[in-house]
């Protein structure tokens, strides 16, 4: 049968077309000479000798700096390689102590150790410890020649600030977990493995801390461990001003600002040595200082427009009684070109100066912030709507006299004698239209407003037990009712008054 299909070449030899095989790396060795041998031996020993210093290098890094972490810093390494690789002896305590900064109660690589600790140890039922060891600069504590048996340990914070050093004194606290330096002793076990613990410290962090005024400075007080947590170093010969968290005072006429979360002192303004002799005004940024050379006023500013200069109207000296900043270029003042004129408001911009019309002589002038402001007269007390051009007047306050203003702007308050002060909402009268105010009795100091808290000192000479009084808030309910919120105890601080509130 014919199938069809076409013939199929003829089929070639397999090996015909193949390509010609090449001697093997290890064929072309052994029939090398001699020469050729002994540089390929010293190749593939160089070559080794480079991948086992690689794999050593390697392994370095990995345990000084693993996978996605950063470089270490010598101490690091080398609390890191002592703590993990030493071993303790049968009669050694070893601790290694480092900066728990995420609290999770074990040490990272990126945590540093910590050395403002000592430990004291003391045989079990004893009351005094027998020895006290400091950590290295490496965060480790070693105590050597122990006899095997049951000890008990405590951590102290022997850190303290040198007090001849810096303007401001900090005192740092630790915690080990919610427990503070110094710790409760505690139970160690030493058997014949000797004894090894890593501890991670927290450095404290008070919610709250209260800037107390006494007659030596400035305090900043944490009232619920009720203690000092930072002061100044010297008494302050001049006005204080605290804005935010940050500090101003002149200091051999210079203006300083102690910039409070870096705990660091820069020179702010310079020349204001007739400034820090007499009363002076800080701009709410801090940026100009106003303050009055006999009855004139100057100011000085780090707005570059605005850098030095006084105040003429009419061609006329004013000569001021009040001011008030607005912003950090403008404020109001209460003056007058010569004795025999009488007192009025006037606006400065800069030194651009305009007066204001009043319903009567002013004796007081504030700013209320939104651009509304008052002033004082013998009688009463105008708060004026600026946008509305409108004064309404407040005759509770009295006469305009001794008038002070909330940092917010919202209240303003005044003492009504015998412990006694009337507090106006001026947000509240400004929307009714009506009068709004709370009488507050009780209070012996002069309060400090701060949102709708108020603080006051009860001061008292300190005891022999470190008893000064107390400080009181309180503050304003939803109800509109103010009442006690907190009391809470002076210890070795001798305040007056608190200044401001660090939350």
Same mark, same amino acid.
């Given at each position: 049968m014919?199938?069809?299909?076409p %013939?199929?070449?003829?089929?070639?030899? #397999?090996?015909?077309?193949?390509?010609?095989?090449k001697?093997s790396?290890?064929?072309?060795l052994?029939?090398?000479?001699?020469?050729?041998?002994?540089?390929?031996?010293?190749?593939?020993?160089?070559?080794?000798?480079?991948?086992?210093?690689?794999?050593? #290098?390697?392994?370095?890094?990995?345990q000084?700096?693993?996978?996605g972490?950063?470089?270490?810093?010598?101490?690091?390494?080398?609390?890191?390689?002592?703590l993990?690789?030493?071993?303790?002896?049968?009669?050694?305590?070893?601790?290694?102590?480092?900066?728990?900064?995420?609290?999770?109660?074990?040490?990272?690589?990126?945590?540093?150790?910590?050395?403002?600790?000592?430990?004291?140890?003391?045989?079990?039922g004893?009351?005094?410890?027998?020895?006290r060891?400091?950590?290295?600069?490496?965060g480790?504590?070693?105590?050597?020649?122990?006899?095997?048996?049951?000890?008990?340990?405590?951590?102290?914070?022997?850190?303290?600030?040198?007090?001849?050093?810096?303007e401001?004194?900090?005192?740092?606290q630790?915690?080990?977990?919610? *427990?503070?330096?110094?710790?409760?002793?505690?139970g160690?076990?030493?058997?014949?493995?000797?004894?090894?613990?890593?501890?991670?410290?927290?450095?404290?962090?008070?919610?709250l801390?209260?800037?107390?005024?006494?007659d030596?400075?400035?305090?900043?007080?944490?009232?619920?461990?009720?203690?000092?947590?930072?002061?100044?170093?010297?008494?302050?010969?001049?006005?204080?001003?605290?804005?935010?968290?940050?500090?101003?005072?002149?200091?051999?006429?210079?203006?300083?600002?102690?910039?409070?979360?870096n705990? #660091?002192?820069?020179?702010?303004?310079?020349?204001?040595?007739?400034?820090?002799?007499?009363?002076?005004?800080?701009?709410?940024?801090?940026?100009?200082?106003?303050?009055?050379?006999?009855?004139?006023?100057?100011?000085?500013?780090?707005v570059?427009?605005?850098?030095?200069?006084?105040?003429?109207?009419?061609?006329?000296?004013?000569?001021v009684?009040?001011?008030?900043f607005?912003?950090?270029?403008?404020?109001?003042?209460?003056?007058?070109g %010569?004795?025999?004129?009488?007192?009025?408001?006037f606006?400065? %911009?800069?030194?651009?100066?305009e007066?204001? *019309?009043?319903?009567?002589e002013p004796?007081?002038?504030?700013?209320?912030?939104?651009?509304?402001?008052?002033?004082?007269?013998?009688?009463?007390?105008y708060?004026?709507?600026?946008?509305?051009?409108?004064?309404?007047?407040?005759?509770?306050l009295?006469?305009?006299?001794?008038?002070?203003?909330?940092?917010?702007?919202?209240?303003?308050?005044?003492?009504?004698?015998?412990?006694?002060?009337?507090?106006?909402d001026?947000?509240?009268?400004?929307?009714?239209?009506?009068?709004?105010h709370?009488?507050?009795?009780?209070i012996?100091?002069?309060?400090?407003?701060?949102?709708?808290?108020?603080?006051?000192?009860?001061?008292?000479?300190?005891e #022999?037990?470190g008893?000064?009084?107390?400080?009181?808030?309180?503050?304003?309910?939803?109800?509109?009712?103010?009442?006690?919120?907190?009391?809470w105890?002076l210890?070795?601080?001798?305040?007056?008054?608190?200044?401001?509130?660090?939350?």
């Amino acid at each position: 049968m014919q199938d069809f299909l076409p %013939d199929l070449p003829p089929v070639a030899s #397999a090996e015909a077309d193949l390509p010609e095989q090449k001697p093997s790396f290890f064929e072309r060795l052994k029939s090398a000479g001699s020469d050729d041998k002994r540089l390929v031996r010293l190749l593939l020993l160089v070559g080794f000798g480079v991948l086992l210093i690689l794999g050593i #290098a390697a392994a370095v890094l990995e345990q000084v700096a693993p996978r996605g972490g950063g470089v270490k810093t010598e101490s690091e390494v080398l609390f890191s390689s002592q703590l993990w690789q030493i071993q303790p002896l049968p009669n050694q305590i070893i601790f290694g102590f480092y900066l728990d900064n995420n609290s999770n109660n074990q040490f990272d690589y990126q945590e540093s150790p910590f050395d403002k600790v000592s430990v004291a140890i003391r045989r079990l039922g004893e009351t005094e410890p027998f020895r006290r060891v400091a950590a290295g600069s490496d965060g480790l504590v070693k105590i050597d020649d122990l006899a095997q048996g049951e000890y008990e340990i405590s951590l102290d914070n022997y850190s303290l600030p040198d007090s001849e050093a810096g303007e401001w004194l900090w005192f740092d606290q630790y915690q080990q977990n919610t *427990e503070f330096l110094p710790t409760a002793w505690r139970g160690v076990s030493l058997a014949g493995q000797g004894y090894k613990e890593l501890i991670g410290l927290i450095a404290y962090q008070p919610p709250l801390l209260l800037a107390l005024v006494s007659d030596a400075g400035i305090s900043w007080y944490d009232p619920l461990r009720a203690r000092v947590y930072a002061k100044s170093n010297q008494p302050l010969t001049s006005d204080v001003f605290i804005h935010g968290h940050n500090v101003y005072y002149i200091k051999e006429g210079n203006l300083q600002k102690l910039d409070w979360s870096n705990r #660091a002192v820069t020179e702010e303004l310079i020349w204001l040595e007739e400034a820090e002799a007499g009363g002076w005004w800080l701009s709410p940024g801090g940026k100009t200082v106003a303050y009055k050379v006999g009855k004139e006023l100057i100011y000085r500013s780090q707005v570059e427009d605005c850098r030095e200069g006084g105040l003429l109207w009419d061609g006329l000296r004013l000569e001021v009684k009040a001011i008030s900043f607005i912003d950090e270029i403008s404020w109001l003042v209460i003056g007058r070109g %010569d004795q025999e004129a009488p007192w009025q408001v006037f606006k400065v %911009d800069c030194g651009n100066v305009e007066p204001v *019309e009043t319903a009567a002589e002013p004796v007081s002038v504030g700013v209320l912030g939104g651009g509304d402001w008052f002033f004082g007269s013998t009688d009463s007390v105008y708060l004026v709507d600026n946008a509305k051009q409108q004064r309404v007047k407040y005759s509770a306050l009295g006469n305009g006299q001794n008038i002070s203003v909330s940092d917010d702007k919202r209240y303003l308050f005044k003492s009504l004698g015998q412990n006694s002060w009337l507090v106006v909402d001026y947000p509240a009268v400004k929307t009714s239209g009506v009068e709004k105010h709370y009488l507050l009795t009780g209070i012996a100091g002069e309060p400090t407003l701060i949102g709708d808290d108020v603080y006051f000192v009860r001061a008292k000479p300190c005891e #022999a037990d470190g008893d000064c009084g107390e400080v009181v808030r309180i503050k304003l309910g939803g109800s509109g009712v103010w009442s006690i919120e907190s009391t809470w105890d002076l210890k070795d601080v001798a305040a007056t008054k608190v200044l401001g509130v660090i939350n």
